[in-house]
C-alpha cells in the first residue's frame, strides 16, 4: 500500500519497520475475519487493514492521533491477523512500535488512566499484584460505584487465591537424567495458579531433565511491551537477562505471553547497548510445549476411562510464535484422551494481556462466545498454554451455566504432570 | 393483417431487412419452427416474424468447447454436429425431433431432464446478438466460457419469449458428452416414499445426470423415479450397484435402450393428445400438495429436474388456470385470451423492457 | 453542524452506525484495489433490509449516490467511494436466514462470508460452489454484484449460475423480486441480469443460493515444468482430451515463490510454470479420470508430480494457491491484477505475449490463473513510491486488456469491469451495444445514484433531471414510493 511517511519526521527508532509494514499491506482483507474486534464491531476501523490505514494517516500527519487512538486501543495484539496474513505485514511490530511512538502524545480519560496504570503497576509484580487482588476482594461488594475499566478489573479478581507457593530453586531429574533447563516462572501466572510452575517442574523433571528457578527473577515485560510501555518493559526484562546459567538446554516458559514477549526482546532492545544480551536470552526461550515435543517424552499411564478434551490456541502461542501442533501431539500421547477441535479456535477469548481490563465490554463478548463454543463439544476438561486465557476462559465458563459445575481449565502440562501422577 | 416475413438472402442482409422491420412496425411477433405453439398467441395486427430461415452455425471449435449458432438452426441439427466431436449440450434441450430452433429453445427456456447436473440454458449461453425495438443489433456476453464484462443480455433472454428483443445469434459452451449412460427406474408405491428418495438422491454424492418423478397411471399404480447417471465406461457399473443400495430398481436401461428413454421425454412424447402442456417451476417440497389436486382431478404430470420443474397435461379450463398462477403453456391451446406481453412485470422487468423495447412492440 | 442529509440518515441510524468523523471515512477510502482513494461524506452500517431500504430512499430524495460494500475486497475498485456519495457497509448483515438441506438451498443476508456458506452447508454434506480466492472474506453480495468466479468454475459456473433468487431495492428505493427457490423459471432471466451488474441496478436484500452435493472425494494433483507453455500446453492436452476437471490452475515461478513464502504448500520453487489439477466426484469415476489424466500429465513430461495424499494437502495446495495476490504483496508494494481472458487455444500465445510486454515495459509481471477457464490473472508489479510507476504499469496493463479484446476474448473474466476497466469496455463492445446498457441503466436508475462512474462511464451518462414527474414515472415504469 502506497504511503508518504517521511520517516525522518518521525524520528523513530522503528520509523523504518513501521512504513515497511504499511507498505507490504497490500489491503486484500483476509485480516478482517480473523480479527476478533472485526467480528463483535463489524466496521472497518476495528479491523486489521483498518488500523493500517489509520496508523499510516496519523505517520503521514493527514489524521490527528486521537481520531485514531479509541481503534487502535481496542486490537487485541492477539495477532491472528498475521497467521492470516498472505503478504507478510509485521502487523505485531507495526503495532507495539505506533503504541511506543505515541504513548507520550495520547491523552486518554481518567478512569481508563486509572485503570491502565492499576494493571500496569500491579501485574508484573507478584506481591504487590497480591496485595491488589486482596483489596480487589474487599472492594468487590462495591464495584458498582467504580468506573467500568475498574468494575471489570475487579470483576476478574478470584474470589479465593490460591495458597502462595515456593518454588524450589533447583530440582534434579528423575531416573536417566537427559540434561537441564531453567524456568522463567512468571509474575501473575505465581499468584493466580502457582500449580502450574509445580506441574512444568514435576512433569520435566519427571523426562529427566534438572529444573533450574532462579531466584531474583521478575516480570518478563511482555505486558508492558504489548501496551506501548516500552521503556518500562526494558526496565522489567533487563532484570532477567543475567539470571539463567549459561549451560542450559533451554530456557522454558509457560504462559504464552510472556513467551511470546521475550522473543521480541531483540526489537524491545534495538538499539540498546544490552540488545546483544536480550536477542540471546530470546533466542534460548521455549514455550514448555515446544520443548517438550522436541524431546522423547517418558511414555504416559492409560487414563481410566476416556477423557475428552478441548485444546484451546492461546493467540500468543498460537499466532504469535506459531505453536499449534506441539501442545496436541503432547495431549494425544496420554492414551485414553480424545482431543476436539473448538470451533473458530483461532478467534481470540478476549483476555489478550490487560485487554479484559481496559475493553471490558468487548472483552467479554469474546470471552462469551469462546465459553459457548467450547461449551457445545461437551469436553470433560478444556487445555491451554497461556494464564490470561485460563482466568478469562474459567471466568466465562462459569458464568454460562452458573448453577452447574464448570468445565475445569487446566495448562497442558498441568494435564500432563496429573497423567504422570495418574490423578 | 398478419404478414409472414421469412427472408432468404444472405445473413447479413437478412439481418438488415430485419432491422428494417422492426423500425418500421408497430407489434412483432416473433416465432421459430413452432414446435411449441403454446408461445404462439393470437397476436392481431402484429407482424409474424419466423427465424428458421436465419440459420447455420457461425463457428464452431471442438478445442474450445465453444458454438455459434444462428437463430433459427435447429436444435437436432446441432446436437448431431456436436455428437461428431463427442461433445452435447448437457441441458437438454427439449422437443429436439419436432423441430425446435436453437433461438426458440433459448427463447422459451426449453431445457429438459439433464439440466439437474450442470445446469440450463442460462448456465451455458455465453453470448447473444439480438435486434432491440429500436431496430439496432446488440450483442451481448461474449464468445469465451468466462466473462464479466457489461450487463448479462445473454442470461436476460433465456425465457424472454421474443418480447425483449429478436435473438438472431447464440453463443453456447458445450461439455464432452460422457460416453456411456445407463438408467435405473425404481418404483413406488407412495408418493411420499418417491420423492423422498429422489431428494435423498438429489442430495448424495452421487454423480446423477437426470432423476425424474413419474406417476404410473396418473398415479393410480403408483410412482416411478428415472435415474440417469453417465460418465466412462468402465466406471458404470460400479456405479450401477451403488444406485441400486438406494432405490428399489425394477428396471435398467442401458445403450439404445437408455437413449431411446431419453430422447422421449425430451420430446415430451408422453403428454401428446393430452390437450396443453404447461409448465411450473416448483420445489420438492411443492410435489405432494399439487399431486394430490391432480389425482383429484386425473390430470397427468410429471415432475422433472429433480423435483424443480412440473409439467400439467391438461384441458384448461379457467378454474386451472387461476389455481396455477406462475405457469406457461409450452404446448396446446392456450388457457384464456392471452395477449403474451406485459403480464404482470416487477419494477425491475419494467424498467428493462422499457429499456430495451420502449415503444412495446414485441409481444 | 449536520447537513440536512446527515440528519436524515440519523433517523435511521443511532451514531455508533452513522459514520461521518475522519477515522471512520479513512477507513473506506479504498477497497482491494488501493491505486484508487475516495472518500465518502459517511458511512452507513445498517443491520435489517429495512434500513437499506430507508437509506436508499433517502439518497434518492437528495439526489446523494451511495455504493454497497461488503468487506471490500474487490480487485476493480467496484467498492470505491462515489465522490460526495455515502458507503452503505452490508457486512453485519451476515445472517444464514434458511437453510434447506433437503431443496438444497440457503437464504442468506448480502453480508456474510462466502466460505461461510460452505461451512454451514458442509454439515448436511452439501457445498456452495463458487469459491473466489477471497472466499474467506469476501460478501455473498459482492459476489453477486461481481459475478465472482474463482478455480472452481470451470465444472460448476460463476456465481450467477448459482443464485435462483433475490430480493433487490431499486435505486429509487422500490422493492422487487427476482426469481424464487426453483431451479427454473418461466420469466426472462431477471436474477442472470441483476448478477454482475455491479450495483448499478441497486441492492441484493436477500439472496437464495443453490447448493450441490459435496463431491465424494477429490484427486489433487500438482506438476511442475520447465516453461510456461508446456503447462499451457498440458492444460490444452487435458481440456480437448474430454475430462472434465473441477479445477485447473496455473501459476507462473514469481508467484509460486510468493505463495510459499506465505502458506509453505510445498511447491517446487524452481518451476517455470506449475499446474494444478483437481478432479471431483464420484469415487469410481474419478479413480478411472484419475487414470487418464495420469496418461496425459505423463506424456506432457513434467519433471515434477505430486498428488495430495490426504485434505490437509489438498488444502495447503489451494490455500497456496488462493493467497498468491496477496502473498505477492511480499515481492513488490503495489500491483495491479488483471482479469481478461482468452480462448483457451490460445492460452500458450497470450502468455509468451504478456512475457515480452513485460520485458519490454522492464516490469516484472507474476501470472497465476485459472487455465481451464483461459482466465489469466497477470500481476503487475510496481512501486507506488517511484515517480510515475503507476502510469507506467497502467500502460502495460492497457497492453494485455487489448491483448486480450484483440484474441476474441474478454476484458474481465471475474473481477468486474469497475472503476479500472470501465475505459476498456467500449473497447469490447460496439457503440450501439453501450448505447444499449446504458439505456437498460437509465431506465433502472435515471437519477443516476447507484454507484455511477463504475463499469460504465459517467461522462457518457448524464443523469437525468429528477425535478417534476420522470418521463419514466409518467410511463409508469418507474415509481417513488
Not at chain 3, 489424466?293 to 488444502?315: C, M, T, V, W
Request: include cysteine; charge should be neutral.
Amino acid at each position: 500500500m502506497e504511503h508518504k511517511i517521511d520517516l525522518e519526521a518521525i524520528g523513530s527508532p522503528q520509523a523504518d519497520a513501521m512504513a515497511h509494514a504499511i507498505s507490504t499491506c497490500v489491503h486484500c482483507g483476509f485480516c478482517l475475519p480473523a480479527c476478533p474486534t472485526y467480528q463483535v464491531l463489524g466496521e472497518e476501523m476495528d479491523s486489521p487493514r483498518g488500523r493500517i490505514v489509520l496508523m499510516r494517516g496519523v505517520l503521514e500527519q493527514n489524521l490527528p492521533l486521537e481520531e485514531a487512538t479509541p481503534y487502535l486501543d481496542r486490537c487485541l495484539g492477539c495477532l491472528g491477523c498475521e497467521t492470516a496474513c498472505p503478504s507478510g505485514v509485521a502487523y505485531g511490530e507495526l503495532l507495539s512500535s505506533f503504541r511506543a511512538h505515541t504513548q507520550d502524545k495520547r491523552k486518554r480519560p481518567i478512569a481508563d488512566q486509572m485503570a491502565h496504570m492499576m494493571a500496569s503497576q500491579t501485574l508484573p509484580f507478584p506481591n504487590r499484584f497480591r496485595w491488589a487482588a486482596l483489596l480487589g476482594r474487599l472492594a468487590k461488594p462495591i464495584a458498582g460505584i467504580f468506573p467500568t475499566p475498574i468494575r471489570a478489573m475487579l470483576g476478574l479478581v478470584p474470589s479465593r487465591l490460591p495458597d502462595s507457593a515456593r518454588l524450589p530453586v533447583f530440582t534434579p531429574a528423575k531416573g536417566v537424567r537427559r540434561g537441564q533447563v531453567g524456568l522463567l516462572a512468571g509474575c501473575v501466572q505465581q499468584v493466580l495458579a502457582p500449580d502450574i510452575n509445580l506441574a512444568t517442574v514435576r512433569v520435566l523433571s519427571e523426562n529427566g531433565f534438572d529444573v533450574h528457578v532462579p531466584v531474583g527473577q521478575g516480570c518478563c515485560g511482555a505486558l508492558s511491551m504489548h501496551t506501548g510501555d516500552a521503556k518500562m518493559a526494558r526496565r522489567l526484562a533487563a532484570v532477567n537477562l543475567d539470571l539463567f546459567p549459561p549451560n542450559l538446554d533451554a530456557i522454558i516458559t509457560n504462559a504464552a505471553g510472556c513467551g511470546s514477549g521475550v522473543k521480541e526482546y531483540a526489537l524491545l532492545f534495538r538499539g540498546d547497548p544490552l540488545e546483544a544480551k536480550a536477542a540471546h536470552l530470546a533466542n534460548r526461550v521455549q514455550d514448555v510445549s515446544q520443548f517438550l515435543d522436541s524431546i522423547e517424552m517418558i511414555s504416559l499411564k492409560p487414563l481410566e476411562k476416556t477423557l475428552r478434551v478441548a485444546y484451546h490456541d492461546a493467540c500468543h502461542l498460537a499466532h504469535a510464535q506459531g505453536i499449534t501442533s506441539a501442545p496436541r501431539r503432547l495431549l494425544r500421547q496420554i492414551p485414553g484422551l480424545e482431543l476436539c477441535e473448538i470451533p473458530d479456535g483461532e478467534i481470540c477469548c478476549g483476555s489478550a494481556g490487560t485487554y479484559n481490563i481496559e475493553q471490558p465490554q468487548i472483552a467479554n463478548t469474546l470471552g462469551t462466545s469462546k465459553a459457548k463454543h467450547i461449551a457445545s463439544l461437551g469436553v470433560d476438561v478444556v487445555a491451554m498454554g497461556n494464564i490470561g486465557c485460563m482466568v478469562q476462559i474459567r471466568n466465562h465458563l462459569a458464568k454460562l451455566k452458573p448453577d452447574k459445575v464448570a468445565i475445569p481449565v487446566l495448562h497442558t502440562v498441568q494435564l500432563l504432570d496429573r497423567a504422570y501422577r495418574n490423578e | 393483417m398478419n404478414s409472414l416475413v421469412a427472408p432468404d438472402t444472405k445473413v447479413n442482409e437478412r439481418i438488415c431487412e430485419l432491422q428494417e422491420l422492426v423500425r418500421t412496425s408497430r407489434k412483432l411477433h416473433i416465432v421459430g419452427s413452432k414446435s411449441k405453439d403454446g408461445f404462439h398467441h393470437s397476436s392481431d395486427g402484429a407482424t409474424t416474424i419466423s427465424t428458421p430461415s436465419l440459420s447455420g452455425v457461425v463457428s464452431y471449435d471442438p478445442l474450445e468447447f465453444v458454438v455459434t449458432l444462428l437463430g433459427g438452426t435447429r436444435v437436432l441439427e446441432v446436437v448431431e454436429l456436436l455428437e461428431k466431436h463427442g461433445q452435447y449440450l448437457p441441458f437438454d434441450p427439449l422437443l429436439v425431433d419436432r423441430g425446435a430452433t436453437i433461438g426458440g429453445t433459448v427463447a422459451s427456456n426449453a431445457a429438459g431432464p439433464g439440466r439437474f447436473r450442470f445446469g440450463g440454458i442460462r448456465d451455458f449461453l455465453l453470448g447473444i446478438r439480438f435486434i432491440d425495438g429500436r431496430g439496432n443489433c446488440i450483442r451481448g456476453g461474449g464468445q469465451v466460457v468466462k466473462n464479466a464484462a457489461g450487463f448479462d443480455y445473454p442470461k436476460l433472454m433465456v425465457g424472454s419469449r421474443g418480447t425483449l428483443g429478436l435473438l438472431y445469434e447464440m453463443t453456447f459452451k458445450v461439455f464432452p458428452k460422457p460416453e456411456s449412460y445407463a438408467t435405473i427406474v425404481a418404483t413406488f408405491s407412495k408418493l411420499d416414499e418417491a420423492v423422498a428418495s429422489m431428494n435423498k438422491l438429489a442430495s448424495s454424492p452421487l454423480d446423477i445426470e437426470a432423476i425424474e418423478l413419474i406417476p404410473i397411471e396418473m398415479g393410480s399404480r403408483g410412482y416411478e423415479l428415472a435415474i440417469r447417471i453417465g460418465g466412462i465406461a468402465s466406471a458404470l457399473m460400479n456405479r450401477l450397484n451403488r444406485l441400486q443400495k438406494f432405490v428399489p430398481v425394477s428396471m435398467l436401461l442401458q445403450d439404445h435402450d437408455d437413449w431411446r428413454y431419453w430422447r422421449a421425454a425430451t420430446n415430451l412424447e408422453w403428454a401428446r393428445d393430452k390437450g396443453s402442456l404447461v409448465k411450473l417451476p416448483i420445489t420438492p417440497n411443492a410435489i405432494a400438495a399439487m399431486d394430490k389436486q391432480c389425482s383429484k382431478l386425473l390430470i397427468d404430470r410429471r415432475y422433472s429436474v429433480g423435483g424443480n420443474v412440473a409439467w400439467i397435461a391438461t384441458v384448461w379450463n379457467d378454474q386451472w388456470s387461476q389455481q396455477l398462477g406462475d405457469a406457461q403453456t409450452f404446448l396446446g391451446p392456450l388457457p384464456i385470451e392471452d395477449n403474451g406481453y406485459p403480464r404482470e412485470l416487477g419494477p425491475f422487468g419494467r424498467a428493462i423492457k422499457y429499456a430495451l423495447d420502449p415503444e412495446s412492440k414485441f409481444i | 453542524m449536520l447537513s440536512p442529509f446527515i440528519a436524515k440518515l440519523s433517523e435511521i441510524y443511532p451514531d455508533a452506525r452513522l459514520l461521518t468523523h475522519d477515522a471512520g471515512l479513512v477507513s473506506y477510502e479504498s477497497d482491494g484495489l488501493t491505486a484508487f482513494r475516495e472518500k465518502p461524506i459517511a458511512v452507513v452500517l445498517p443491520e435489517s433490509a429495512d434500513e437499506v431500504i430507508r437509506t436508499v430512499r433517502c439518497c434518492f430524495d437528495s439526489h446523494v449516490p451511495f455504493v454497497a460494500r461488503g468487506n471490500g475486497t474487490s480487485l476493480s475498485g467496484g467498492s470505491l467511494p462515489v465522490k460526495n456519495g455515502i458507503v452503505i457497509s452490508m457486512n453485519r448483515m451476515n445472517r444464514i436466514l434458511r437453510l434447506d438441506p433437503v431443496q438444497r438451498l440457503a437464504v442468506v443476508e448480502p453480508g456474510v462470508i462466502n466460505l461461510n456458506v460452505t461451512k454451514a452447508a458442509a454439515s448436511h454434506g452439501l457445498l456452495y460452489a463458487p469459491d473466489p480466492s477471497s472466499q474467506s472474506v469476501c460478501t455473498i453480495g459482492g459476489n453477486i454484484a461481481f459475478n465472482s468466479g474463482g478455480a472452481h468454475c470451470l465444472k460448476y459456473g460463476m456465481t450467477s449460475n448459482h443464485v435462483l433468487g433475490l430480493k433487490i431495492v431499486l435505486p429509487n428505493g422500490t422493492v422487487d423480486t427476482l426469481g424464487g427457490e426453483s431451479l427454473e423459471s418461466i420469466h426472462p432471466d431477471y436474477v442472470g441480469m441483476f448478477v454482475g451488474s455491479e450495483g448499478l441496478f441497486g441492492i441484493a436484500l436477500e439472496i437464495t443460493l443453490r447448493l450441490i452435493p459435496k463431491p465424494e472425494v477429490y484427486r489433487t494433483v500438482m506438476c511442475a515444468y520447465r516453461s510456461l507453455k508446456a503447462a499451457g500446453d498440458a492444460v490444452s492436452k487435458i481440456i480437448a482430451s474430454g475430462l472434465l476437471p473441477g479445477a485447473m490452475e496455473i501459476m507462473d515461478n514469481l508467484s509460486i515463490q510468493a505463495a510459499e513464502a506465505a502458506v509453505h504448500p510445498g511447491y517446487p520453487l524452481d518451476a517455470a510454470g506449475l499446474l494444478i489439477v483437481e478432479l471431483e466426484g464420484e469415487a469410481s469415476q474419478v479413480d478411472e479420470e484419475f487414470k487418464r489424466l495420469h496418461g496425459l500429465i505423463e506424456a506432457s513430461n513434467p519433471y515434477f508430480f505430486k498428488e495430495a495424499k490426504d485434505a490437509f494437502e489438498r488444502q495447503q495446495i489451494w490455500k497456496g494457491r488462493k493467497s498468491a495476490f496477496s502473498a505477492v504483496g511480499r515481492l513488490s508494494p503495489d500491483f495491479i491484477v488483471q482479469d481478461g481472458v482468452v480462448p483457451r487455444g490460445r492460452l500458450g500465445e497470450a502468455l509468451e505475449e504478456i512475457q515480452r510486454l513485460s520485458k519490454q515495459h522492464g516490469i516484472r509481471v507474476a501470472n497465476v490463473f485459472h487455465a481451464g477457464d483461459g482466465n489469466l490473472h497477470p500481476l503487475i508489479l510496481y512501486d507506488g513510491k517511484q515517480k510515475g510507476a503507476l502510469h507506467h504499469a497502467e500502460l502495460l496493463a492497457a497492453e494485455i486488456i487489448e491483448l486480450c479484446i484483440r484474441f476474441g476474448g474478454s476484458i474481465t473474466g471475474e473481477h468486474g469491469v469497475g472503476m479500472e476497466k470501465r475505459t476498456y469496455l467500449p473497447k469490447m463492445y460496439q457503440p450501439s451495444d453501450m448505447e444499449s446498457m446504458f439505456q437498460v441503466r437509465r431506465a433502472i436508475d435515471p437519477t443516476n445514484i447507484a454507484n455511477p462512474g463504475k463499469m460504465l462511464m459517467d461522462g457518457d451518462a448524464p443523469a437525468l433531471t429528477t425535478s417534476g414527474m420522470h418521463p419514466l414515472e409518467k410511463a409508469g415504469v418507474i415509481s417513488r414510493e
